[in-house]
């Protein structure tokens, strides 16, 4: 099944949990651009945008990518496109991207995207600022870049199992070889710190139990290296179950919600099944994390980070195919 973020294909529950996303992600910057779906719409700045499309990418992934891992076979990592396409974009059916049997598709976005996604760990949308050096033209000119894996690679392509919750490091690759064969990008890299969350066990013993087990049925949404999440909305009241879940993937899962990186810090090994309530905006929610984490005996404490910031040395528009 292809993991994509244009919304047909995707079931209601796909698209609430999306939308939560954006009104957390843009709380004070809805304007100028909508994002129109089902009976929902919000507005975002035209600079949010790229992080619009990153949380929308995220969770609108088919449910046959639930076993997730971050590394593909040892063959996998020779993988490189065979056909690359990148043209002015002309597509009418609305900004948007996914990950085909056989390739990458990214339609009616700048290629600060496909660039964020080859270079910054996800989600890509928290990494906007640390890319320096960018001509305006990278982030503000729509291309449609089509790459395709030759047919003798489509199996090793298929067993990256990719989505946008957590970028394989093959497709990094990949991506940045097209880059700098087709825009000549030069690039290098500068370790840093940046403002970020710690998740840590909270002033009690953590709630959490062991549990590996996953969900009946076909409603759960994938994450990372196999862990899955139910959601439920039921008297105003938003729940996500969780299961199969390690503490860095709930990390990561938080970091979706907040415009700086959270990092696991619990100590906790395990895997676990566990309900996170989302808290109502009337409630002391500390937001950027608007979820009750002491009832699982967790917490997150504001702190510098590692990171990395990309300086871009040059760029040219892509060559003609």
Known sequence: MEASWWQEGSSEENYIVMCDRLWYV????????????????????????VRC???????SIGVSAVSQTNNGPEDAKLLKFDVVSIRPSGSA?????????????????????SLL????????FN???????????????????????????????????QNFAQTSPVLQRMLRQVLEERCKLRIHSVPTKTDGYALRIGAKSSALVEDSSLPEGGAAQPLSDGAVFVFAA??????YTFYNTSMSVLATY?????????????????????????LPADEDSAPPVPYDLR?????????EVPSMNWIVDSIERPSPN
Not at 28 to 49: H, L, N, T, Y
Not at 295 to 303: I, Q, R, S, T, Y
Request: net charge positive; proline share 7%.
């Open 26 to 49: 843009f709380p004070a910057k809805r304007s100028v651009i909508s994002f129109v779906g089902g009976s929902s719409m919000r507005r975002v700045s035209p600079f949010a945008f």
């Open 53 to 59: 499309v990153c949380v929308v990418v995220c969770f």
């Open 93 to 113: 059916r609305g900004p948007g991207g996914k990950f085909s049997p056989d390739g990458y598709e990214m339609l009616g976005v700048p290629l600060e995207t």
């Open 117 to 124: 996604i080859a270079y910054f760990p996800a989600p890509f």
């Open 127 to 161: 990494h906007l600022y640390d890319s320096k050096g960018t001509p305006s033209w990278v982030g503000s000119e729509n291309y449609d870049l089509r790459a395709k894996v030759a047919p003798a690679d489509v199996a090793a392509w298929s067993s990256l199992h």
């Open 234 to 239: 039921q008297n105003g009241e938003r729940t």
């Open 254 to 278: 938080l970091t979706f919600t907040s415009q700086h990186p959270v990092e696991d810090r619990t100590g906790l090994q395990g895997r676990y099944k566990f309900v996170l309530r989302r």
């Open 295 to 303: 009832a699982l005996g967790l917490k997150v404490d504001k702190e």
